[in-house]
């Protein structure tokens, strides 16, 4: 089993930035990926950034050039920040883990962009 467990998230003015952290506990030996999604109401949850073992990036089109995704491997931990925030980035927003095809989730971290 991983757990994992989101902070970081928050109010912010239209061109504020935040940082997302997710750290990463239990069985977090061959994580093959970690990344986060984000999720409105009445909408499907979607991907906004990942980041796999290889050092491979990926990017929703939407946040390219303002969101970043590191991974700390000694602290287990994953990192989003987010510069440049529009209103359109309210969400909430969820780690995930991919470990041995097998996906675990946070509980989610609401982020809100507004003035």
């Known amino acids: 089993q991983v757990l994992l467990v989101e902070s970081g998230g928050g109010l912010v003015q239209p061109g504020g930035s935040l940082r997302l952290s997710c750290t990463a506990s239990?069985?977090?030996?061959?994580?093959?990926?970690m990344g986060w999604y984000r999720q409105v109401p009445g909408k499907e949850r979607e991907l906004v950034a990942v980041?796999?073992?290889?050092?491979?990036?990926n990017y929703a089109d939407s946040v390219k050039g303002r969101f970043t995704i590191s991974r700390n491997y000694a602290k287990n931990t994953v990192y989003l920040q987010m510069n440049s925030l529009k209103p359109e980035d309210t969400a909430t927003y969820y780690c995930?883990?991919?470990?041995?095809?097998?996906?675990?989730w946070g509980q989610g971290t609401q982020v809100t962009v507004s003035s």
């Open positions: 995930q883990a991919l470990r041995t095809l097998r996906l675990y």
């Open positions: 239990g069985t977090v030996l061959d994580i093959n990926a």
């Open positions: 980041i796999f073992t290889d050092g491979k990036l």
